[in-house]
């Protein structure tokens, strides 16, 4: 899909419930979407794709769901209270605000106007009081990153598993950033979700880890329909890497306003263990960590074989859920001409399609077909591949046309000879093709055809 075709998948995300404004009726917030009935599915199905390849099918990820209301301290000793912020530069001529990286040769991006002040920091993180004093005294941020509180409960989770280094541990949920300029659909928004690993290895083996960890996600990106050309693998150079990395890549998307970060890795090595952890000076710590005077809890582990104790290195695969939600979309939505006429699809691949199955009763009003169209779809609904819609237009061009837009792999149709024959029409959404298949067999059918997945 070209840049033409970005608002034809914005009217469609709309028009099929993907994706809304956020506080619509009452004229919108920037940077803020509500994800709709079939968005919901979409992005739950993503975020399990992730969860299974990342947990479920490895034995060495743990999975964790921490609060999003975080302690100053963590975000303290992380480093966000100090440098998690933009350059902030205001028009003086228009107001815009902008971030300083994104003027246009020098020029407000609004006005054009040079008229600027100087840039200076601002910080992304959102704030809130906790409790029913709110003289400042007790305050929360709202997380601006899933990983800091893997940090803080990692011995939390070694205590309770048993894992030894190398293990990880993986979290999706929000997280929050007051950006400076939210823009680009759903690309940069004030509010997401995140699907976060953290890996510890053994120093030595992090620049190992970290190349594995590339290559593994690249794939789990193309297993989701992500076309390989349409990635960028972008190694950040030296000089312009987070305080805390030791190296990072990143994977750009070539989303329709180009080429920009999908999902970022970075060898944190051992700066976050490091700055939240008790009696730092027991360690011998690499990175530049904060002095930490607050913690309770060490979280070095011991080296079996030396029996030395140490602070493992971290490598951080970490992905936007909004971005990868974008990207899918982007790579699934198609438009081809059917005898004249335009035939919108997306090509989702079957695990992320909203609906699984339709079940079409080919007449609306009619008892039977209705009734055995029930049936099926509660029948296919129990085998747990996702959900199945029975689907009561009584206008068949119509279903299929809403279906092939929301991505549904296959129609099933229950017409008047169904009754008799026990046997049902099945169309592809991507050939159109349509065969007769006995009721007894639908259930093989359809679970062979999930079961690929
Ligand atoms: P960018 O440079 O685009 O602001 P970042 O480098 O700050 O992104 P990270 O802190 O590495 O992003 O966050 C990891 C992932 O979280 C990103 O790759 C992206 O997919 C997602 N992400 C970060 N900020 C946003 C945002 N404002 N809206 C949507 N997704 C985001």
């Not at 917030?29 to 969860?51: I, S």
């Not at 699907?195 to 989701?224: C, H, S």
């Not at 990072?248 to 944190?268: M, Q, S, V």
């Not at 695969?317 to 001409?337: C, I, K, Q, T």
């Amino acid at each position: 899909m070209g840049v033409d075709k970005s608002d034809d998948l914005v009217a469609l995300c709309k028009r099929r419930g993907f994706i809304f404004q956020s506080d619509e009726i009452y004229g919108g917030q920037k940077g803020l979407y509500t994800f709709g009935p079939m968005g919901v599915e979409l992005k739950n199905n993503l975020k399990q794709a992730w969860w299974k390849s990342v947990v479920w099918q490895r034995d060495d990820v743990e999975g964790l769901d921490a609060s999003l209301l975080t302690s100053p301290k963590v975000l303290k000793y992380s480093g966000h209270e100090d440098t998690f912020t933009d350059p902030l530069i205001d028009c003086k001529d228009c107001k815009t605000r902008s971030r300083a990286d994104q003027l246009i040769d020098g020029a407000c991006p609004k006005c054009g106007s040079k008229n600027l002040t100087e840039p200076r920091p601002f910080n992304l993180m959102f704030k809130t009081n906790i409790g029913p004093v709110a003289d400042g005294s007790s305050f929360a941020y709202l997380r601006p990153e899933t990983a800091q509180q893997i940090f803080t409960n990692f011995k939390n989770v070694i205590d309770s598993t048993g894992r030894a280094v190398p293990f990880g541990i993986g979290q999706m949920g929000k997280s929050f950033r007051n950006e400076i300029t939210p823009g680009k659909f759903i690309f940069r928004v004030r509010e997401f979700e995140q699907m976060e690993l953290e890996f510890f290895v053994k120093p030595g083996t992090d620049e190992d880890w970290f190349n594995y960890w590339v290559k593994a996600r690249i794939d789990w990106w193309i297993e989701q329909g992500i076309n390989r050309d349409n990635l960028e693998v972008f190694e950040a150079p030296k000089n312009d890497l987070s305080h805390y990395s030791k190296a990072t890549t990143d994977l750009l998307y070539k989303f329709p306003h180009g080429f920009e970060e999908l999902e970022g890795i970075a060898n944190r090595q051992d700066f976050d263990l490091g700055s939240h952890t008790k009696n730092q000076s027991d360690y011998k710590i690499s990175a530049k960590v904060m002095k930490n005077k607050d913690s309770t809890t060490k979280l070095g582990v011991q080296d079996l074989e030396t029996k030395q104790f140490y602070v493992p290195y971290c490598i951080e695969p970490s992905a936007g859920v909004e971005r990868g939600v974008f990207a899918v979309l982007n790579e699934a939505y198609h438009e081809e001409d059917v005898d004249g006429k335009t035939r919108i699809v997306l090509g989702l691949k079957p695990h992320l399609a909203p609906i699984k199955a339709a079940v079409i009763p080919l007449k609306r009003n009619n008892d039977n077909l209705v009734n055995e169209a029930k049936n099926i779809k509660n029948i296919l609904q129990k085998l747990g591949k996702g959900r199945v819609m029975l689907e009561n237009s009584g206008n068949i061009g119509k279903s299929y046309r809403r279906h092939d837009e929301i991505g549904t792999p296959i129609c099933i149709t229950i017409d008047f000879d169904s009754l008799d024959d026990h046997a049902v029409t099945v169309r592809d959404r991507d050939t159109m093709e349509q065969k007769r298949i006995n009721t007894d067999e639908l259930v093989n059918y359809y679970q062979e055809y999930y079961g690929k997945e």
